[in-house]
């Protein structure tokens, strides 16, 4: 029905004027938002009824078109413009064991969780976010178009109090918090209350599950923007801090009810577990907006300026920094070839925190390409665009440290970012050149779009030969061969040390951040690097022979197939963006993974729950043939 011929039967429609909030209250229109009101007389929207609305459609404040029929105010907009996007830089999220009373027409709330568990909540659990806008049996109808709706939404109070139901389906290679919902939820729920100063969401899952639930909905609130539009908030395209007070901020609050606690205290979270949240949330929030940020912003010398923030802010020592000449100088000859024709200079950049007491050494490298052209064997104009992503994997490491060293990581930890630019030019790294890394093997270049495996091999040979670590992982946007692997979603980790696989594998379904183990086979694989004139070429001969295996083999011959200590290598170019927002990967995935370092009981959890797979897999065996994904 057009918004014309809808205007038309409404206003010849037989009905009194005094019911007509009602009316509108029990009608939905999928092609129009409708809005009535009795002019001059008090309406029931301070006491609304509650009614389900389908979940296709948006009711929101803001229309188009107004006509006037005698006491009748009549407006209606178009579906069109029912969704509109919001800027989410200037968002500001706070982890509250239980946040103060807020009305809904101006924090509106979103419920979120399992059908399950939505329908053992209670009404004092909520009440605070409800300003009397919902009364007890209003809610209580609610719970029960709950058990019966096969609607994901279902809408308390018009769309300002909303229950979402999260996923039924879950296999075992997926995140039981079911981390991607809440994600798309948040995006979509921010978008639909555009222009509100606040918003609410409680979150009710297992404990074990509040980590990665947190994390979740810290990654639909992007940071960077740069649009001019009204509205915007560009001060806060570099900053997630309260401090920033030169434009509003929108506040997100979220808070969490655990019904496998069994109330009373141990189902509220303490003081420690709401730092491990805020945290993650920067960490994660700050990744993101430097993978978004473009290269003419996000060069190397801005990058480095990014990790000396960090330290700052972690009063940590400031950062060993080797640029430019430097790195040649001292043999770092794959960071330096990959970036010296570039005129912000390559850098190898360590971020260290070694507390008293420590025992283990551990070293987070990360790939930190601020733009891929392909170099010499450049990228196409389809292929280009978006490479300004290609440093996903030291933004993740950045991101991970600070939320690590914040909630008092135990052990020696360092953070080695291996930062170039893949540039076009006279002194660019040409196919044929060979270059002698830092292991101080050669490598004959056949492909200068094969770089980010140069740079890494570098950063983990430093790791071992001067920082003299334990255990050595790298994360970085390595081959799109990823993506086919394991997906969009899962990145491919590869280990010498199958204890660090399994390991791995279970950190990133407690955290959300999955990632799926390939092949690990160096005697099958590695002769594809094969060169006649060098110790190795730097791209695989046969491309279709196990890619992001192959890749990451590269790095373990620089680090050496004999290395004693635990090395895990972590592929998500996939991953390491959305659409066309960064995610944050690897913050949670990594503080998860060396959570027995931090004393955090959430984190702690998270990995123990992580660990028994039994219940998991048993649950989702006895139900496979049953289940149907949507």
């Not at 009608?27 to 009614?51: I, M, N, Q, Y």
């Not at 551990?362 to 280009?384: C, E, F, H, N, R």
């Not at 680090?559 to 090395?567: E, I, K, N, Q, S």
Request: hydrophobic share 35%; proline share 4%.
């Amino acid at each position: 029905m057009t918004s014309r011929f809808l205007s038309t039967a409404l206003l010849k429609a037989p009905f009194p004027t005094n019911n007509c909030h009602t009316i509108f209250r029990k009608c939905h229109f999928a092609s129009a938002a409708v809005s009535l009101k009795a002019k001059g007389r008090k309406t029931r929207e301070d006491k609304p009824k509650w009614t389900k609305f389908q979940s296709r459609g948006l009711l929101t404040d803001t229309v188009q078109n107004h006509f006037r029929f005698g006491n009748l105010s009549l407006s209606i907009r178009d579906d069109k413009s029912s969704v509109k996007m919001g800027s989410s830089s200037g968002v500001k999220i706070e982890y509250q064991a239980q946040s103060d009373p807020t009305d809904p027409n101006d924090v509106p709330v979103t419920i979120v969780g399992l059908a399950s568990h939505l329908a053992g909540l209670q009404y004092g659990d909520v009440e605070h976010k409800l300003g009397g806008r919902v009364s007890e049996g209003e809610w209580k109808a609610a719970l029960e178009e709950l058990k019966s709706s096969s609607d994901s939404q279902i809408y308390v109070y018009s769309n300002k109090v909303v229950m979402a139901k999260l996923p039924v389906a879950c296999s075992r290679h997926n995140a039981p918090s079911r981390p991607f919902a809440i994600t798309k939820l948040a995006k979509a729920r921010t978008a639909a209350i555009s222009g509100k100063s606040g918003e609410s969401f409680i979150l009710v899952c297992n404990r074990s599950e509040v980590y990665a639930s947190g994390c979740a909905l810290a990654r639909a609130y992007s940071l960077y923007s740069r649009k001019t539009v009204s509205g915007s908030l560009p001060s806060s395209a570099t900053s997630d801090s309260a401090s920033d007070t030169s434009s509003p901020q929108k506040v997100v609050t979220v808070e969490f009810i655990c019904p496998n606690t069994g109330g009373g205290d141990a189902s509220s979270l303490t003081d420690s577990d709401l730092t491990v949240l805020q945290a993650a949330s920067h960490g994660i929030r700050t990744a993101a907006r430097i993978v978004d940020t473009p290269c003419n912003e996000m060069h190397t010398d801005a990058f480095i300026d990014e990790v000396r923030k960090v330290a700052d802010s972690l009063k940590a020592k400031p950062p060993l920094v080797i640029q430019g000449e430097e790195l040649r100088e001292k043999g770092f000859g794959g960071i330096y070839g990959v970036g010296k024709a570039a005129v912000h200079q390559p850098a190898l950049v360590v971020l260290s925190h070694e507390p008293k007491g420590a025992t283990q050494t551990v070293a987070w490298v990360g790939k930190g390409i601020v733009y891929d052209t392909g170099g010499l064997s450049i990228k196409g104009k389809t292929q280009m665009p978006g490479m300004k992503r290609d440093c996903g994997g030291a933004a993740g490491i950045l991101g991970a440290f600070y939320a690590a060293v914040k909630q008092g990581f135990s052990q020696n930890l360092h953070a080695i970012f291996c930062l170039a630019e893949n540039a076009v030019g006279d002194r660019a790294t040409r196919p044929d050149d060979i270059h002698t890394l830092y292991s101080g093997k050669t490598v004959e270049i056949n492909n200068t779009d094969a770089e980010g495996r140069l740079v890494v091999s570098d950063g983990v040979v430093y790791a071992n030969k001067d920082l003299k670590a334990d255990v050595i992982l790298d994360m970085c946007t390595l081959t799109g061969a990823q993506g086919i692997a394991t997906g969009r979603t899962h990145a491919a980790h590869l280990t010498n040390c199958p204890d660090w696989e399994a390991k791995t594998h279970r950190a990133g379904r407690a955290s959300g951040d999955l990632s799926f183990p390939v092949v690990y086979c160096p005697e099958l694989h590695y002769p594809e690097f094969y060169s006649a004139v060098a110790d190795m070429k730097n791209s695989v001969a046969d491309r279709n022979n196990a890619q992001p295996s192959c890749a990451g083999l590269f790095i373990n011959a620089h680090l050496g197939f004999d290395f004693p200590g635990a090395w895990v290598h972590v592929d998500m170019a996939a991953p390491a963006y959305s659409g066309e927002r960064g995610t944050g990967y690897g913050v949670a995935l990594l503080n998860v993974l060396f959570g027995e370092h931090v004393d955090s009981s959430l984190l702690k959890n998270a990995a123990a729950s992580a660990a028994d797979d039994s219940d998991q897999s048993k649950e989702n065996g006895s139900t496979a043939k049953k289940m149907r994904l949507q």
